[in-house]
T-cell receptor, first 113, second 113 residues
Framework: DAKTTQPTSMDCAEGRAANLPCNHS???????VYWYRQIHSQGPQYIIH???NNETNEMASLIITEDRKSSTLILPHATLRDTAVYYC??????????????FGQGTILTVHP | SQTIHQWPATLVQPVGSPLSLECTVE??????LYWYRQAAGRGLQLLFY??????ISSEVPQNLSASRPQDRQFILSSKKLLLSDSGFYLC????????????FGPGTRLTVT
């Protein structure tokens, strides 16, 4: 699996966009980028995933650079409830791994009033 | 829609006592199932995963075991708890090995005293 590097922590003002970066310079051509978040004392929550094209859903947008060596998760209008640890995971779906996810330390996002 | 249940929500057990945590999934069939543990201030560690009834794979040697007696039921057990077994235990499911969109339950917070 490609390793990912994320900043340890970030701050964001409520109502502003939160941009969370992730570096995955050793990503291979068939590896997807997945984002999860974990709010304190809760289980992780799936946010979004992508291969090479930018993706958007009701929660967030995922921007993947053309060389796929980095990506950015964008929360367009952050709220206090978005305060959480955000995990960037790079993995190939399927195969003998049966969907196992390896969570790193992630980025602690704190949204301030 | 699919839902995942875990119980109990919290548990305090003495060292040396047995453990049984249960996880059930509704609204899907033949899911992949996973047990994770999160020690205080640490990341998520995958403990076990299962791709079918009676099929269990262990990720790390430990004092715990898992069983899958029914398609949508996953049980985590121990014969004798250790202090180091304390943590936040999370069950998750995914639609199949081609998907890395895992959906997590609410978790069980276990304190071994």
């Amino acid at each position: 699996d490609a390793k990912t590097t994320q900043p340890t922590s970030m701050d964001c003002a409520e109502g502003r966009a939160a941009n969370l970066p992730c570096n995955h310079s050793t990503i291979s051509g068939n590896e997807y980028v997945y984002w999860y978040r974990q709010i304190h004392s809760q289980g992780p929550q799936y946010i979004i995933h992508g291969l090479k094209n930018n993706e958007t859903n009701e929660m967030a947008s995922l921007i993947i650079t053309e060389d796929r060596k980095s990506s950015t998760l964008i929360l367009p209008h952050a709220t206090l409830r978005d305060t959480a640890v955000y995990y960037c995971i790079v993995r190939v779906p399927g195969g003998t791994s049966y969907g196992k996810l390896t969570f790193g330390q992630g980025t602690i996002l704190t949204v301030h009033p | 829609s699919q839902t995942i249940h875990q119980w109990p929500a919290t548990l305090v057990q003495p060292v040396g006592s047995p453990l049984s945590l249960e996880c059930t999934v509704e609204g899907t069939s033949n899911p992949n199932l996973y047990w994770y543990r999160q020690a205080a201030g640490r990341g998520l560690q995958l403990l076990f995963y299962s791709v079918g009834i009676g099929q269990i794979s262990s990720e790390v040697p430990q004092n715990l075991s898992a069983s899958r007696p029914q398609d949508r039921q996953f049980i985590l057990s121990s014969k004798k708890l250790l202090l180091s077994d304390s943590g936040f235990y999370l069950c998750a499911w995914s639609p199949g090995q081609l998907s890395y969109e895992q959906y997590f339950g609410p978790g069980t917070r276990l304190t071994v005293t």
